[in-house]
């Protein structure tokens, strides 16, 4: 048969001379080199572990420390360890052996390698202290103390040079525990605009006694497991909040990216989707080669743990709970051939993910031996999963709203059955060469995907680019092997039927709006000297109030990377000053009064940020208490009323983290729209935002066709009001101060 005789390495024939061996000198070649690309690899893994290990310190700065040392023991006739190894080496047996001169060399070789080692020590643990000091997040915008420069100066100096992408794991400090006094009364002033005074008053009774008896014990587990654990929320947040989910994680939980809003680069499918993937294998190989520069905040660095599983990795479905597995598979990138890159993605098999509980039995029952394991091996340890949809999606001026609508829903869950939501993330291209991204989020959070999203939307039409009929660059890899279809051998079964549907419901459900708002950006908003983000999420509170005449509890997701394995945080934006300034719009109070009650409630918005931000955040350490208590077998009143209260306004900003990737001013259309998610409560809204340099901001909101308080296009014109609203405030002040 023709594939076994192309499977044989060679072959042989028995004639009357002999036996005659014939080599298949291209299989030979292609095994050598698989071998040493693999050998390369762990090489280069080898070489990262050690560099990783001894940072601030490097292997140059040890041979500088040796051969100062040297020199100084012989050519200035000083002994740096005042003749202490001399001595001890008359009692080794080996000084008999050895000349004295070479006694003191072996002897400066230990002890430059001692002192480098304890300078290394220093400077790490130095870096670690300087990097547990969170006071610089609460300069005022614009401002620096003294002491926060001074601050900065020596975090640079201890910093080290050229880190690499884990350098500063070691040095990044703990997350802490807040103490149970601080999250309970942030807890009820957060609450406390949300409840009339009968209900307030109640709850406060409940916080007290908690506060009192049953908290103080949970908290001491929690302290304990904060000294052990890298982290005490993350593998919890991970397990519970994820993995143990038992709802579809389509829409509920997967996220999107969006490509360039104004430009497609080309129409070709297959070309966009060779620039792209070979775009992500080179972030892939730097990946590998821990070469990405460390994302930092203000020069202080952030943890790169989420890092590590961006690829190879899939959600694999249990009974009780689900898990993350990530795998390691080499693959070959010829820089000549950026379509090469293809043959490391999944193949485009289709997968609907109804609840965990019928997909975990039906992967014991269906895909647990023959053809369907290995297939389903196949697309699990593939590097990330590649969808070719068939849909034509596009931004289109002459149609602005249904198109994006269309755009962002067919990114968010497409037909149900033509992604792979269990990848650690999906590269959908479209049939007119538009594309997007599909991320499963147990593994990492937003700004991981966005960060490597960003490199490919920065490779694809400028460094790579395409010809002029719009296909890639480059000439294919001679020696490519050619796709494989993957055999699947799966009965009619009543639980794949019943899931597609459950899935098409839950689709048909969302719906999906997006506004590119370029009325005005953060340019305008911050010649108002007010914080851009604060002043988008006072207006989603007035927009929120217009739209359904009440407030509700709101979650705005931060990070809390300036901790080791740090995820997320929740910052409660419905404040009682952003009520007081709601209020008073609504009113139509006089500009002099509502300014400053914007600026005041801007203001605290900021201060809450930065205390999520910073470890002292309510949400993580209550969800935490929560549990501790449930393993415990302690039942508390208080905490399951806290974690049992629905997030209405679901939001969070998408951050563009490398700008220079990105020249804004010149080209403008060459920029990402953000992304979105689904909506997180039956009843209320999902709302994400990206901020586009001066002038434009993407908004992307999702809700339930089901719900008949919500409507996304009727909160969408909310939100573009209450931003216009927001800013002629300043505009009619400053028209009264110039008369």
């Known amino acids: 048969m023709a594939e076994a005789h192309q499977a044989v390495a060679f072959q ?43 940072y601030p310190g490097s292997p140059s700065g040890l041979l500088v420390v040796l051969v100062g040392y040297m020199s100084t023991t012989k050519y200035a006739k000083i002994d740096p360890s005042l003749g202490m190894f001399t001595k001890l080496s008359k009692h080794l047996p080996i000084s008999k052996y050895v000349t004295e001169e070479g006694q003191r060399i072996v002897g400066g070789v230990l002890i430059g390698t001692g002192l480098w080692i304890a300078v290394t020590f220093v400077m790490r643990n130095v870096l670690k202290y300087l990097l547990s000091w969170h006071s610089w997040m609460f300069n005022r915008h614009g401002s620096l103390s003294l002491k926060t420069k001074l601050w900065l100066m020596l975090v640079k100096v201890f910093s080290g040079p050229k880190p ?69 929320v993350s593998d919890w947040w991970e397990e519970y909040i994820y993995l143990r989910g038992r709802g579809p994680i389509m829409v509920n939980s997967n996220y999107y990216a969006m490509d360039f809003l104004y430009v497609i680069p080309t129409t070709r499918q297959a070309a966009r989707a060779g620039n792209s993937i070979h775009a992500i294998m080179m972030y ?26 961006m690829f190879n990795t899939s959600r694999i479905p249990g009974l009780e709970t689900g898990k993350s597995r990530g795998l390691s598979v080499p693959t070959r990138t010829p820089s000549s051939a950026p379509a090469a890159a293809a043959s490391a993605s999944a193949s485009g098999q289709q997968h609907s993910r109804q609840e965990n509980n ?56 497409g037909k149900c059955y033509d992604r792979w939501f269990d990848k650690s993330f999906n590269l959908i291209v479209f ?41 890639c660059k480059g000439n294919p890899h001679p020696n490519l092997p050619g796709p494989q279809r993957l055999q699947w051998d799966i009965p009619e079964e009543a639980v794949i039927n019943s899931s597609l549907k459950v899935a098409k419901a839950l689709a048909d459900d969302v719906d999906m709006h997006i506004i590119p708002f370029n009325d005005f950006g953060k340019g305008l908003i911050k010649k108002c000297k007010t914080s851009p983000d604060g002043f988008i999420q006072i207006a989603l509170q007035l927009a929120h109030f217009r739209d359904k005449g009440k407030f509700c509890l709101t979650y705005e997701a931060s990070m809390t990377r300036l901790f080791r394995e740090g995820r997320t945080e929740t910052v409660r934006s419905c404040t009682t000053q952003t009520c007081d300034f709601v209020r008073a719009m609504m009113n139509d109070k006089q500009v002099c009064l509502l300014i400053p009650l914007l600026k005041v409630a801007a203001e605290k918005h900021q201060d809450l940020y930065r205390l999520a931000m910073t470890g002292k955040g309510i949400d ?70 990206i901020i586009l340099g001066e002038d434009l901001i993407n908004f992307h909101i999702s809700s339930k066709h089901s719900s008949p308080e919500t409507d996304s296009h009727r909160f969408g014109s909310n939100i573009r009001q209450a931003m216009l609203d927001m800013l002629d405030l300043f505009q009619f002040d400053n028209k009264a101060s110039n008369k």
């Open 358 to 413: 019928p997909w975990a039995k039906a992967r014991s029952q269906f895909f647990s031996q023959g053809k369907n394991k290995q297939s389903l091996d196949s697309v699990e340890k593939a590097a990330f999963f590649v969808t070719l949809d068939d849909t034509e999606q596009r931004y289109d001026p002459e149609n602005s709203v249904q198109s994006l609508d269309s755009y962002g829903k067919s990114l968010l869950h």
């Open 164 to 232: 690499m992408l884990y350098s500063f794991q070691n040095s990044i400090p703990r997350l802490p525990v807040p103490p149970i006094k601080d999250t309970v009364r942030r807890y009820l002033e957060s609450v406390h605009p949300l409840m009339d005074d009968e209900q307030y008053k109640r709850m406060e009774g409940l916080a007290k006694d908690f506060e009192k008896n049953l908290g103080p014990k949970l908290q001491w587990y929690l302290k304990l497991k904060s000294w052990w654990a890298s982290n005490y």
């Open 431 to 471: 049939k007119n060469g538009t594309m997007g991204l599909n991320a499963e989020h147990s593994w990492a959070d937003a700004p991981i995907v966005g960060h490597l999203w960003e490199h490919v939307l920065s490779s694809d039409p400028v460094r790579l680019g395409y010809t002029e009929d719009g296909h």
């Open 620 to 689: 993580r350490h209550l969800f935490c208490l929560y549990l501790v208590s449930k393993y415990l077998g302690e039942d508390s009143a208080f905490l399951k009323e806290v974690l049992s209260e629905p997030w209405r306004l679901s939001t969070s900003q998408t951050p563009l983290q490398q700008v220079d990737l990105f020249d804004l001013k010149r080209h403008p259309e060459y920029v990402t729209s953000g992304g979105g998610f689904g909506p997180v409560a039956d009843d209320g809204y999902g709302v994400s935002y």
């Open 12 to 54: 042989f024939t028995v004639t009357p001379d002999g036996i005659d061996l014939q080599l298949c000198h291209e299989a030979l070649r292609q095994v050598y080199l698989s071998g040493l690309h693999s050998w390369k690899k762990r090489f280069i893994r080898f070489k990262n572990g050690v560099m990783t290990g001894v």
């Open 284 to 309: 892939r190989r730097k990946l590998d080669r821990a070469q990405i520069k460390p994302v930092s905040l203000n020069r202080v660095p952030l943890c790169s743990a989420q890092w590590e599983r």
